[in-house]
């Protein structure tokens, strides 16, 4: 069994795999090398959550370069419904 580190869960989580669930994705927490797996309609995305200041880490930047699939950062429930495609992005001020 490898040993995982202690993963720091960002005070959106709740909510946003919460919105995810009531719109009826299937949602693991995965914490390495992204926060979530999301799977909709038979497409599976990766998501990573930051706060609104949070920052992706360096290898979380790498990873997501060099990742040939879906995959977003997302920082609230309204962005992670689109990622999947569950909501149109909000029009530009």
Request: hydrophobic share 45%; aromatic share 6%.
């Amino acid at each position: 069994m490898i040993p995982r580190r202690a993963q720091r869960i960002d005070s959106n989580q709740a909510e946003i795999v919460a919105a995810l669930k009531r719109a009826g994705c299937t949602v693991e927490f995965i914490g390495q090398p992204l926060d979530l797996l999301v799977g909709r309609a038979g497409v599976t995305y990766l998501l990573e959550l930051k706060t609104e200041d949070g920052d992706v880490k360096p290898g979380q930047r790498e990873f997501l370069k060099a990742w040939n699939g879906q995959a977003a950062v997302v920082h609230s429930f309204e962005e992670a419904l689109q990622v999947v495609g569950l909501a149109k992005p909000a029009k530009a001020a």
